[in-house]
């Protein structure tokens, strides 16, 4: 603000002629180079104000016209201008020479219509001036470059500025109104409050700290959780100390860790740009979980990606479509991947990374050494773990690299797995389980499939049946596989002597047969397989080549 001072240019003045022995006129007399008034008694009168053409002047104690003076009349401060008029709605600078007696002290004064200067009282402190607001003090000087407490005192050195202060006075005498303030840059001012409970961050770990003074010159500030307001159509959030949250809002709901997997906050997740402050929304974040939300995480600065919608929430706890692809989000909100256990529609169970299993996990369940723990009871997904597409829900075949090689998993147009919950399931001829194609072995030609305790299939390098009514196949070990009405009906250990296996009805009994060429008589004469068997006998199933057994042992 300009500092001036505002004087009256011109008065019209009554010059009248004093007779030095008696005053014959009422009014204004000029006596020497002094005014004077004349009251109806003949007196000049003192200690009051007189007016002329519209102003007001002061007669001091000797009854004379104050000019240029500051001074106390009836319990209030007024000034005169260099033409000793009054002065009104006007800024004076007041100077020591100018001021009469002891009950003044120099600075920057307002004096409103009626002449008295504005001073700080019980119910307000502030002055609207030309648009601006104004602070002062309860002496009726112009505070400025100062913080105030909320009753408009200024902020001592020995208080802790960033939470004792309500108000800040510029440079010129204006309070801050419906502006920002960066406390950071604030020099002046020392602070020791060293955390905000309801961002739940360390001040000397941000990267700024700003602040809001709203219509009412007050700075922004939330009580037990944060106070969220519009700024110029954007909303913010701002802690007990009024500093703009910058990152995630403190959680104050309950978190639910009833499924020790994946705990659940019960409320909303906020999240504000950490560099404008503003609420987030319809856009990808990436951050280090919040200390409220989970110690170890927060503890560990995992980053985990989020997705805000449009609302300026944190997506949790479900699977949800972005820009046309479906991800997960676990209860904190985290992006999972990987293969997923999912409860009922879309509810996040457990994540599994691929690197950490084997074929043998999704084959096996848990109570025989596999690791998929709660996969008898939860849907299974996968979402992509590459970075190109990462989180992404994947359907169709997928091949997956384990941690013992790379697997063919195939995957519903909903994205659950084909052959879900431990089942095994028959898909286009082919089996599956918790997602994984059943193949043989490496480097073997065929597999044994075990359906049930009663049932067994033969499978190919691709994974089909092999089917046939009646059908013998030689294995990698030179064993005999005896399918009949496409189940494996026998498995035969390769014979000591040259033979061949033949399809024989002997003394009633239809089956397959043994011919030993090397045998006396030569004839066909050890039943193998009768027709009517439709599953391998115990010693069978145990003279199977581990190389062979696809999903058991």
């Not at 009580?223 to 954007?234: C, E, M, S, V």
Request: with cysteine; net charge negative; glycine share 8%.
């Amino acid at each position: 603000m300009k500092k001036s001072r505002i004087f009256v240019v011109s008065i019209l003045v009554l010059l009248l002629v004093l007779n030095n022995t008696m005053f014959s006129f009422v009014g204004w007399y000029k006596d020497g180079d002094k005014m004077t008034y004349v009251n109806n008694s003949g007196y000049r009168i003192a200690n009051a104000w007189r007016e002329s053409d519209g102003m007001l002047f002061y007669l001091d104690e000797t009854g004379y016209v104050l000019y240029n003076k500051c001074f106390e009349y009836s319990g209030k401060i007024y000034c005169v201008g260099r033409n000793g008029a009054r002065i009104t709605d006007a800024f004076v600078d007041v100077t020591p020479d100018m001021i009469v007696g002891d009950t003044i002290s120099p600075g920057i004064f307002y004096f409103t219509s009626n002449g008295t200067a504005f001073q700080k009282n019980s119910t307000n402190f502030t002055k609207n001036i030309d648009g601006k607001k104004y602070a002062f003090d309860d002496e009726g000087h112009l505070m400025a470059d100062c913080w105030l407490t909320s009753d408009g005192d200024i902020v001592d050195s020995s208080s802790d500025t960033i939470k004792e202060g309500c108000y800040y006075v510029k440079s010129d005498g204006v309070l801050m109104q419906n502006e920002w303030y960066n406390f950071t840059n604030d020099s002046a001012s020392d602070y020791t409050l060293d955390r905000s409970n309801l961002i739940a961050a360390d001040y000397f770990d941000m990267n700024s700290l700003w602040m809001y003074f709203g219509n009412n010159c007050k700075k922004t500030v939330g009580g037990t959780t944060t106070k969220n307001i519009t700024i110029n159509g954007k909303e913010y959030a701002f802690d007990e100390n009024g500093i703009m949250l910058m990152g995630f809002k403190k959680n104050q709901g309950e978190v639910d860790t009833n499924q020790a997997s994946n705990p659940v906050v019960s409320e909303k997740i906020r999240f504000y740009d950490k560099y404008s402050g503003e609420l987030v929304k319809n856009r990808w974040i990436s951050d280090i979980t919040p200390e409220s939300f989970s110690e170890s995480d927060f503890l560990d600065g995992k980053i985990d990606w989020y997705y805000v919608d449009s609302d300026g929430a944190i997506v949790k706890n479900k699977v949800a479509t972005v820009d046309g692809k479906k991800y997960i989000f676990d209860g904190f909100g985290r992006l999972r991947n990987g293969f997923i256990l999912i409860d009922g529609i879309s509810y996040f169970v457990a994540e599994y990374k691929s690197e950490d299993l084997s074929r043998d996990d999704f084959i096996y369940k848990v109570s025989d050494g596999g690791k998929l723990y709660g996969s008898e009871l939860s849907d299974i997904y996968y979402f992509d773990e590459n970075e190109k597409n990462e989180g992404v829900m994947r359907t169709g075949t997928v091949n997956i690299e384990l941690s013992d090689g790379v697997y063919e998993f195939d995957f519903k147009p909903s994205g659950k797995a084909v052959g879900n919950r431990n089942e095994l399931k028959l898909d286009k001829n082919t089996y599956y389980i918790n997602s994984l194609k059943l193949k043989p072995w490496e480097d073997t030609r065929y597999g044994i499939v075990k359906v049930s305790d009663e049932e067994y299939r033969v499978i190919n390098t691709s994974g089909k049946i092999v089917t046939g009514r009646k059908r013998v196949i030689k294995d990698d070990y030179d064993n005999f596989m005896i399918i009949l009405n496409d189940k494996l009906a026998g498995y035969i250990l390769a014979p000591n002597r040259k033979g061949t296996v033949r399809w024989k009805t002997i003394d009633g009994i239809t089956g397959y047969y043994f011919y030993d060429q090397d045998s006396d008589p030569k004839r066909y004469t050890h039943l193998l397989v009768e027709s009517g068997v439709s599953c391998p006998t115990a010693t069978q199933i145990a003279d199977i080549p581990n190389d062979l057994k696809v999903n058991f042992k």
